[in-house]
């Protein structure tokens, strides 16, 4: 219902500021630049989306085979001690501790349409363990915020869509993938922010040898990584950073196809099926897409947007900071309401800046480092009907923020010249 009335804001915003354009600053060609511009967004949201059905058909078809070979669940076993420290209420061996792995284990690999349904099914496990039915607990507030705040291994999406967007603006030598390691250094700090936060809430001591291990080895393998491409310079770090993400993805493909060979499962027609969903998925995009850029196009086109933009830049400037992030920002206060939202403005600063920019790269970062908190709130406590979320918002929104704060502070170590 929020994204409802933001999406109406634009288009009503939009009109009646280039209104006042019209008729008290005499710009008689305003309306005739918002309609071009708004019949140009229609059409760059449809080439965007049919642009991510191949990568997005090539990417489940390769997780469908993960799914079969038993890797992901793999993963999940994995983790299972460490969920066990910080889910205290949650019975040893509980079937919840295997949907919340797999949960985590999909959105971590990219495969957001098998998270959610995972998602719910955890939540409805923890929810038989409710002695309140209508109050949320602090397992499933801990899940929540972690689901938030979770770690993106493969930004699959986001680095199909900056493909497209490079072979549109004619961008040659493009690594989209160089934006992986930003956005995994962005997230684990906000998910080790959410829990840390969340921890505090419900008074609980977590840090216990599964999430030392964890936070430790995991944490000081990408900070390791971080420190050692530190010392080049910014252009060659970019291309170790590039090829990094390249060979972990590539390196996770061939070990699907491995594991699915030693499995002796059909892979070939694993890779179909999977491909299908791929092709599903993509084409749903359109309208969401297609309706959330053609409002923007509304609200850029009458100049609001710039005025935005600058009126934070001079609240930044006032503040002694540098403003060049700023106009990344927009994607980073949709993000909490919309997914779809947040995404069609990471697609206009990429339009407006370049995919190859700064601020492109910065805004990438943003968007993979944050989660739609008040979508994923109403939408698993919806499905068991808790009404009473306590302090899941306010943590959800904590760990979102340090997500931010972290994607802008590592965006320009990794990419600000």
């Known amino acids: 219902m929020v994204l409802n009335y933001v999406w109406i804001g634009f288009f009503v915003i939009g009109f009646l500021v280039a209104l006042f354009k019209l008729m008290v600053d005499g710009q008689l060609d305003i309306f005739t630049v918002m309609m071009t511009d708004l019949f140009k967004s229609a059409e760059t949201g449809f080439t965007i989306s049919i642009g991510l059905t191949g990568i997005m058909a090539l990417w489940l078809g390769i997780m469908k085979i993960g799914e079969g070979a038993g890797m992901v669940n793999l993963f999940a076993r994995g983790v299972q001690p460490f969920f066990k420290t910080i889910f205290k209420d949650v019975p040893k061996g509980h079937p919840a501790y295997g949907s919340i792995a797999m949960n985590f284990s999909a959105n971590m690999l990219g495969l957001d349409n098998a998270a959610t349904p995972l998602g719910l099914k955890a939540m409805e496990e923890l929810q038989s363990l409710n002695p309140k039915k209508e109050r949320a607990t602090d397992a499933q507030i801990m899940f929540l915020v972690l689901n938030t705040a979770g770690m993106t291994i493969i930004p699959t999406s986001i680095i199909a869509i900056r493909q497209t967007m490079a072979v549109q603006q004619g961008v040659t030598n493009f690594n989209a993938a160089d934006i992986f390691l930003p956005i995994l250094i962005a997230t684990f700090i906000s998910f080790a922010g959410g829990m840390i936060v969340t921890s505090f809430f419900q008074k609980t001591n977590i840090f216990k040898l599964p999430v030392l291990v964890f936070l430790l080895g995991f944490g000081g393998l990408i900070f390791g990584l971080f420190f050692w491409l530190k010392q080049y310079p910014s252009d060659v770090m970019n291309q170790y950073v590039g090829l990094i993400g390249s060979l972990i993805i590539i390196g996770i493909i061939i070990a699907f196809v491995i594991a699915g060979l030693i499995k002796r499962l059909n892979v070939y027609e694993l890779f179909v099926e999977g491909a299908k969903e791929g092709f599903i998925t993509a084409v749903k995009i ?69 995919v190859n920019s700064f601020v492109g790269k910065l805004a990438s970062i943003i968007q993979g480092s944050t989660e739609t908190t008040f979508y994923v709130l109403a939408v698993y406590f919806g499905s068991v009907q808790i009404k009473n979320t306590r302090y899941a918002i306010i943590c959800g929104l904590i760990a979102d923020f340090i997500g931010v704060v972290s994607a802008i502070v590592v965006g320009y170590i990794f990419f600000y010249k």
């Open 286 to 354: 359109i309208p969401y897409l297609i309706a959330m850029l053609a409002a923007i196009s509304v609200f850029r086109s009458s100049g609001c947007m710039d005025f935005l933009i600058s009126g934070i830049a001079h609240i930044v400037a006032a503040l002694g900071f540098n403003t060049e992030f700023v106009p990344a920002l927009p994607v980073a206060f949709m993000k909490p309401l919309s997914g779809s939202g947040a995404r069609g403005l990471m697609i206009d600063v990429m339009q407006q800046y370049g």
